[in-house]
T-cell receptor
């Protein structure tokens, strides 16, 4: 069965610092996607970044980038120049059989 | 503006009662999903539907029921058979399969009193 593991329940950094959130996964799929979603205090889930497993190049979206290590089944999220608005729960997920498999989430707190 | 609307935001239910959570989307998406979110856990899939008049059970479907009579609507009924219904419920939709971006509603917090 597909699983997603986020080993950091909570992290906090100072504003403007860089932070990396960890995610490992296990899948039997040959072609799969990986996602990072953000859930701010409003609880509205928003897609941060998406990576296609067959692409070697790491995805980037402005201050957000991933370090995708396919052999190690690792998919970490790096947030550069962190801002107060980045405070949220961050969930890693992968797709399998028409559904998303989710990690337990990392609570990220950006301190002023 | 296009999006997903869940209602109500907060819902209280007495034990033994059924309750229905509403989910409506105007994104013209084919697929819709219901997730349950509990503290310290990721989202767990309750039901999903890829097309009108068809839906599939997810990992935790027991005690829940759904319908998909219209493309825009995917209501979830929490029945009295659900032993621990207090949770946060999220509805989502995608154009076809989940490999594209999933759009979420703002959720419904259900509390059994």
């Amino acid at each position: 069965a597909q699983t997603v593991t986020q080993s950091q329940p909570e992290m906090s950094v100072q504003e403007a610092e860089t932070v990396t959130l960890s995610c490992t996964y296990d899948t039997s799929e040959n072609n799969y996607y990986l996602f990072w979603y953000k859930q701010p205090p409003s609880r509205q889930m928003i897609l941060v970044i998406r990576q296609e497993a067959y692409k070697q190049q790491n995805a980037t979206e402005n201050r957000f980038s991933v370090n995708f290590q396919k052999a190690a089944k690792s998919f970490s999220l790096k947030i550069s120049d962190s801002q107060l608005g980045d405070t949220a729960m961050y969930f890693c997920a992968t797709d399998s059989n028409y559904q998303l498999i989710w990690g337990a989430g990392t609570k990220l707190i950006i301190k002023p | 503006d296009g999006g997903i609307t869940q209602s109500p935001k907060y819902l209280f239910r007495k034990e033994g009662q059924n309750v229905t959570l509403s989910c409506e989307q105007n994104l013209n998406h084919d697929a819709m999903y219901w997730y349950r979110q509990d503290p310290g856990q990721g989202l767990r899939l309750i039901y999903y539907s890829q097309i009108v008049n068809d839906f599939q059970k997810g990992d935790i479907a027991e005690g829940y029921s759904v319908s998909r009579e219209k493309k825009e609507s995917f209501p979830l009924t929490v029945t009295s058979a659900q032993k621990n219904p207090t949770a946060f419920y999220l509805c989502a939709s995608t154009p076809d399969v989940v490999r594209t971006e999933a759009f979420f509603g703002q959720g419904t917090r259900l509390t059994v009193v």
